[in-house]
């Protein structure tokens, strides 16, 4: 795991583009996954400017979204899809066939999860993956518990995961309750992982990703384990991560 400490979100969200800029440049058939939520938006804003500037080109581009929530319909305008759609997807010249997204609204959700993987191990995999992560230390959906889970898979949302997302509903007794997830697997799979986290809320989950113990009570500290992850961080992020360490990494 690697530490790249940037003074604060902009800075954050220029380096995450930069690399992503690069990565699609070394190739453009770039099985890219995507986290929604409010962390990446600035990075998703700035990759649309450069594909309007020519500087970067998602014609061949394959995505595909960590997480959907389950009973929204894709136009619901709180769904991920909806807001991918707004963020990235509408901003940059992707080809609606190459968009992957799990279908939360789907009758048999095990089958539904199971397509999921079987797409991405269509595409041999993802070449590199964005991720956010929740105050519970959560990457995707994956929430804490006594286990791992491996595969794509339906979570009930925890308390702490409702209580953030609410600030995206009206109603925060709208949020919904459960989600569909990309599992640990593909996750550890993908050949680079850029997880990025900003802000005072996320001191404490950063921290107990990088510097606690490995434990599905704290689903982003498998990364520690991960060939090739970088943690992006701005300072905030990475308040409580001892000087030493930061050197090292
Ligand atoms: C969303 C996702 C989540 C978020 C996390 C952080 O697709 O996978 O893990 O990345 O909840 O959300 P924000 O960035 O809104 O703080």
Redesign the pocket.
């Known amino acids: 795991m690697k530490l790249k400490i940037m003074n604060n979100y902009e800075e954050l969200s220029e380096e995450a583009a930069n690399i992503i800029t690069e990565r699609i440049k070394e190739k453009p058939s770039l099985a890219l996954g995507?986290?929604?939520?409010?962390?990446?938006?600035l990075l998703y804003k700035k990759l649309g400017e450069r594909c309007q500037r020519g500087e970067v080109d998602f014609s061949c581009v394959r995505v595909f979204?960590?997480?959907?929530y389950i009973g929204l319909l894709p136009t619901d305008p709180h769904s991920?899809r909806r807001s991918m759609e707004e963020n990235l997807f509408s901003r940059v010249n992707l080809k609606k066939e190459h968009i992957n997204l799990m279908d939360g609204m789907a009758v048999d959700i095990a089958a539904e999860c199971a397509r999921y993987d079987d797409a991405v191990k269509a595409v041999g995999g993802l070449d590199f993956l964005v991720?956010?992560?929740?105050?519970n230390a959560?990457?995707?959906?994956?929430e804490p518990d006594e286990v791992f889970v491996a595969d794509t898979h339906v979570v009930e949302l925890s308390e702490a995961?409702r209580t953030?997302?609410a600030?995206?509903f009206e109603n925060p007794d709208d949020t919904p309750s459960w989600a569909i997830?990309m599992g640990i697997k593909d996750i550890m799979m993908t050949s680079e992982v850029m997880l990025?986290?900003?802000?005072a809320?996320?001191t404490e989950a950063v921290y107990k990703a990088v510097c606690g113990d490995i434990t599905p009570f704290a689903p982003a500290s498998v990364l520690q384990l991960h060939r090739n992850a970088h943690f992006y961080l701005d300072k905030a992020a990475a308040s409580r991560i001892p000087e030493e360490l930061i050197k090292e990494k």
Do not use: E
Request: glycine share 14%.
């Open positions: 995507v986290a929604a939520g409010s962390t990446p938006l979204c960590l997480d959907v991920f991720l956010g992560i929740g105050t959560h990457i995707g959906f994956n995961t953030a997302n600030r995206f997830s990025m986290a900003s802000g809320s996320k």
